[in-house]
Structure formats: structure tokens, C-alpha cells
């Protein structure tokens, strides 16, 4: 009997861990860009780390067992409990602020649909120490420039912001609990993908009504505490026409205390791009008081993004044309076998300088050898053969030819 692979989960052939790569490499280098440091945790943690403070809905989704030791653990849904568990067992070795990124693969049992497996990638930003509107902006601008860095402009995504106390205060007002903001925020938070009916049903268990909540979603940008100097920071940054305030962005985990904002795609094709905000107590709670710091940061899942990169024209063939600079640049041909040692040199010394470079390990005719350089999508064959020690050069692709001597030919594979 075949054994399947499991659902929600994914192989990764050649092709699929080129985009994989893609994706990773372009989150780091922009990342590291604006100054953060890459860091990492274990794949597993004890299931009392996400008990905390990661909301309902997640304690559902853990892959959670027990270890031949009789620990409670689970596979890592999400790095920002992990996060701060490390900042609060050593937050005295670090200068703060702390800017600090990470990527690596998480675990949810969820039902597996378009955007959302089992397992993704992820990257995660934070900066902890400053609760400042410039640390919130600062993030936000590194949120856009990490999808402006795959090709994709202000026409196709956007961010939208808002502040959780803002809901606080609105059920305060109401005389209704604090205890109860999380069930709360969890109507508001699914407000535009249920019906009106389903949604005024629940509000009336709060004695709420639907035209009351509406009425608060019109409250003007201005009336809202610290907003403006947010926008002031996110103007400087040339980032503001990108943000749009949205008080039915709420986000889903319990940690979060001020604000939090979500990514979209323009043509909303796809589920939120990306997501984060404030949380800045969960580091005191993951401490049990012992450390206090304000925190923020957001993440961004490979494979919604992936989805939306494939989907647009621009920047699919965008990826598509590092995933070929990925690929073989120079195939040696061996024409003359006398020559195979200095072919096998010339291997080593393209090598050496970087240049992705295959050959055949057995003499087989030269008409083969083009058949292999065509089957790796090499850009360029390199003929070893009577000119030597000038070689042919020809461009698979353009059908060009030209000879050259091995110096000229190194300089012109690495331009």
C-alpha cells in the first residue's frame, strides 16, 4: 500500500523549495535591512506556554501529545510566546530596543484550505522594549517594504489598522465585563464574513445592537487617541497612503493590547496577508511578573503570500526569473576527452567563483551532453575542446557562440 502524504502538509520538490527559498531569502534580507537580527526557537514547547494568553481558537489547534518523559508539549503554532519567553529569561543581556526576526515552520490542526495548511512558513518581526508610535510605525513600514520586495505595489495590497481599547472602552461603557472583551472582539472580528442576522443574534447577548456597533465602526481618525502621531510617523516613512484605519480589525489572540493592524490583497482574493500589533504585557504574564516590557510585532505566512505571488502576472514573472538565476549558469561540455582534467579545472575554478556549474560525470557523445545542459535549464554551455585553453561559450538561450579564453569567460558568467 502507497503511504500518502498527510493532509495540510506539503513536499517540496526542487521546484516548490525554490519558491520556499524565494520567499525565506526575500523576508531576510529585508528584515536585516531594517536592522533586526535573526534569532530562533525549539520546535517543540510546553503546551502551558500557549495556555497563557494565545486565545481560545489556538488551544484548539495544537498538535499537542505527551513525551516518554509524561511532558505536555506540542509542536510551535506561533513563535511570539516563544519569543517571549527567551527576552524574559535573559532580557538583561540585550540593549533595547530588541529588534528581532525569525523564520521557521509552525503547526495548527486546522482544516486545510486555500491560504491556511497545516504547516507554513512564517516570518515573524518584533521590537520590544519601545512603545512608542515610531517603534509601531517602524514595523508597519517593514511589514510593506516585506511585500514591496517580491514586485508588489501599492495597487495591490494595503494595511489596515486599529486599536484594540478602543472596543474595551466601548463595552465598558456598556457596563459589560472586561472578562468578556476576547468573546467580544471574536463577533467583531468576523463581522464582515458572517450574515447580518448571525451577527446581531450574538451581539444581543451583550445587549448590543447591530446599529450601535456600526455607528462606533464611523468614529473619524481624528477622535481616536494617538492615532495622529502614528500617521505623522507612517507620513515620514512614505508609507501612510498604504494604511487605512479599520475598527473591525481586531486579531484573533488574546496577548494583544493596543494596536493591531492586518495586510491585505487589494482584489481580496486571499485571507489577511499578514498580521500583528501590541502585546505589550504577554512578556510580563510569560515571566509571571518578573520582567516588564512593551512589545510589538507582527508575521507573514509563506503560503498565502505564495498564492497571491503566483496569482499576479507581474510578480510571478518576477519570481520566476530569480528562480532561473537560481539554476545551472554554465554546463561544461567535454568535446574532447583528452581534455577531460583541464574540463574537470575549469569546473572547480567556475565553482570557486560562484557560478552554479554541472557537467556530465561519464564521456557520453557531445550531442547528449546539449541534451543534458537543456534538461538542468542551463543558460550557458562551456565547450572544452580543441580551442583550448580558449573555450566555446554559447548561450542556450540567445543560440549565440563565442570564444573565448577562461579568464574573459569566468568574468562573463559572474556579470
Known amino acids: 500500500m502507497e503511504i500518502q502524504r498527510l493532509p495540510g502538509f506539503r513536499d ?55 513525551d516518554p518523559g509524561e511532558r505536555d508539549i506540542c ?13 524574559a529569561a535573559r532580557e538583561r543581556d540585550f540593549k533595547k530596543p530588541i529588534k528581532w526576526f525569525s523564520i521557521a515552520s509552525f503547526f495548527r490542526f486546522e482544516k486545510p484550505q486555500k491560504g491556511r495548511l497545516r504547516e507554513f512558513f512564517q516570518v515573524n518581526c518584533d521590537l520590544i522594549g519601545d512603545s512608542s508610535a515610531a517603534a509601531d510605525a517602524e514595523l508597519i513600514a517593514l511589514a510593506v517594504a516585506m511585500f514591496r520586495v517580491f514586485g508588489l505595489t501599492e495597487n495591490d495590497f494595503y494595511v489596515r489598522v486599529n486599536n484594540r481599547t478602543l472596543w474595551l472602552d466601548f463595552i465598558q461603557k456598556r457596563d459589560i465585563p472586561a472578562e468578556r472583551l476576547t468573546e467580544f472582539l471574536a463577533i467583531i472580528d468576523k463581522i464582515e464574513r ?82 500583528g500589533g501590541r502585546y505589550d504585557n504577554l512578556i510580563n504574564v510569560i515571566s509571571d511578573g ?20 503566483q496569482e499576479l502576472p507581474h510578480t510571478r514573472t518576477k519570481a520566476e526569473k530569480s528562480l532561473a538565476m537560481s539554476r545551472c549558469r554554465a554546463f561544461v561540455i567535454i568535446a574532447d576527452e583528452s581534455r577531460r582534467p583541464e574540463g574537470l579545472q575549469l569546473v572547480a575554478a567556475l565553482r570557486e567563483n560562484q557560478i552554479v556549474t554541472d557537467f556530465s560525470l561519464q564521456p557520453i557523445k557531445v550531442g547528449k551532453q546539449f541534451q543534458m545542459a537543456e534538461s538542468v535549464e542551463a543558460q550557458f554551455a562551456v565547450v572544452v575542446g580543441q580551442e583550448w585553453p580558449q573555450v566555446k561559450l554559447k548561450n542556450l538561450q540567445q543560440r549565440e557562440e563565442t570564444t573565448v579564453s577562461i579568464e574573459v569567460l569566468i568574468n562573463l558568467l559572474k556579470s
Request: charge should be negative; aromatic fraction near 14%.
Open 75 to 87: 509542536l510551535r503554532p506561533e513563535m511570539t510566546p516563544t519569543l517571549a519567553r527567551l527576552v
Open 12 to 66: 517540496f520538490y526542487p521546484y516548490e523549495y525554490a519558491w520556499r527559498n524565494y520567499i525565506c531569502e526575500g523576508w531576510r534580507n529585508c528584515a536585516r535591512s531594517f536592522g533586526l537580527v535573526e534569532y530562533d526557537g525549539p520546535t517543540l514547547e510546553a503546551t502551558d506556554l500557549y495556555r497563557k494568553k494565545s486565545g481560545e481558537e489556538l488551544k484548539t489547534q495544537l498538535f499537542r501529545f505527551f
Open 194 to 275: 458572517e450574515e447580518q442576522s448571525a451577527t446581531a443574534r450574538k451581539l444581543a447577548d451583550f445587549n448590543v445592537t447591530w446599529d450601535e456597533v456600526q455607528a462606533f465602526l464611523q468614529t473619524p481618525a481624528e477622535a481616536i487617541p494617538g492615532f495622529e502621531a502614528l500617521a505623522q510617523e507612517l507620513r515620514w516613512r512614505g508609507v501612510a497612503e498604504m494604511v487605512k484605519l479599520d475598527l473591525t480589525i481586531v486579531r484573533g489572540l488574546d496577548y494583544y493590547t493596543g494596536l493591531v493592524f492586518e495586510v491585505f490583497d487589494r482584489q481580496r482574493q486571499n485571507r489577511a496577508l499578514a498580521g
Open 290 to 309: 518578573a520582567v516588564d516590557l512593551p512589545a510589538a510585532g507582527f508575521a507573514i505566512g509563506d503560503v498565502v503570500l505564495q498564492n497571491l505571488l
